[in-house]
């Protein structure tokens, strides 16, 4: 009997990766890709040429065709899983019209009309108007249709990266529901796109021709064309299913289907999610995004610049550790846990809040990241350590935040992302969170989310409690230490969450002197 495997697709941030799954969930060969996130023509923004990830894509699958023995023909079914809110314009012919505006970029548009009719008064009695304007500054289509009209006119489909290499994978302007994360007419609780009434409409001059047809993870997106599995080194007429956002696999790769099992993703942003069947905003009037199951939402409370400032830190003040690791023959991750274990908990009182980045409701548009304990007693070691326990922190807000709201507690706690990684990092969040930490069997948890969805989708399992059970497991497992979780409860209680309250009055004044973060 001819083996069956099934083709992941992960285009995230920093790299693009081809991953290929057996019906057991084990990664069974690899191809990957390392992209520049973004360039940058003016200070704030974030833009990628759309063609180059349609590229990196080739690049990626050429790697893990001649990394294995495994026949193209074997490959069952494709599963494309991708950086969310990353926005692309095309005309007719379905030519990109400008660069792809990235999730990190940091331009606003202008606010030129309120909101109307009953949704502006609404607003305005409920005290919205801020989480309001920030979606109307934020909302790429607002910013493209006042800088660059003569682009927009032409405009003939506004997509999300998922649905443009949707359209290169199969022709059609088809995306999945568990990809629509961004600042679009969508409904996020009824998962399809807002009714005409909606205020969203009102933000930027959107159509609804526009946009792609939605379709439901685990259902058909197409087929692959000729050009496309020449492209890619496949059969052409390959099944292309519905998956999700590379957050949301990330939850059902990681094996989080239930809503007590919290998953982590340390990646470039930090999250904590959960799944549920219930609609359960995290943060009032912040809606819960979609899951990789259908008819399901994760609950999700976001870090913007998460494990970002690792990488920042060990481009500024890591390279003793990137040169010694060079010289030992070991991965750089190795020395950076020593020097994490150098220090005690709690980093002799350095204590960091990672809000490196503003956000729209908690924190706020004027938010700051923030350094406070410093002595004569602190190194790069203890910065090194406050950071991860900072995002740890953070991470814990996060989950108070979502057992407040979805009534639920949560017990079990899945890490994912390449943070996961850090032996440090896990034992640390299970002390601070005072639970078990648990490290699934496979780094590339987005990848095996995508192919639970592709393996349903085809009829392999029943449903997705059996598909991931099949596929999903656990490896290393940290439990926490009663002393070290007792030494970071008080100072996550008593010094942690009295931080924002307090210096938020200092990061108004910031802002207003120096304009910092722009508004």
Known sequence: MQSQYILSIDNGTQSVRA???DLNGQLVAKGKVEIEPYFSKQPGWAEQDPEYYWQSAAQACGALWASTDVNPNEVIGLG??????????????????????????????EIEKPITGIWGVLFK???LNPVIEGFQRKAQAAWIEQNQPDIWKKTNKFLLLSGYLTYRLTGEYKDSVGCTVGYLPFDYKGHKWAGKGDWKWQVANVKDTMLPELVKPGESLGALTKEAAEHLGLPEGLPVIACA????????????LDPHVACLSYGTTATINTTTKKYVEPVQFIPPYPAAIPDAYNTEVMIYRGFWMVSWFKKQFGLREQQIADDRGVAPEVLFDEL???????????????????????????AKGAVIGFGDVHTRAHLYRSILEGLAYGLREGKERIEKRSRVKITKLRISGGGSQSDAAMQLTANIFNLPAERPSTYETSGLGAAINVAVGLGKFENYDAAIDAMTSVGDVFEPDFQTSRLYDQLYKNVYLKMYKRLQPLYKQIKDITGYPKA
Do not use: H
């Not at 809110?85 to 505006?101: V, Y």
């Open 19 to 21: 991953l290929l799954f």
């Open 80 to 109: 494309l899983t991708t950086q969310r809110g990353t926005m692309i314009n095309l005309d007719e012919q379905g030519k990109p019209l400008r660069p792809a505006i990235i999730w990190l970029d940091q331009r606003q548009a």
């Open 125 to 127: 009695l409920l005290r």
């Open 245 to 256: 956002s590379d957050k949301a696999c990330e939850v059902i790769g990681s094996g989080a």
């Open 340 to 366: 994490v274990n150098s220090v005690p908990a709690g980093s002799m009182g350095l204590m960091l809040q990672p809000y490196w980045s503003p956000g729209t409701r908690f924190p706020g548009p004027e």
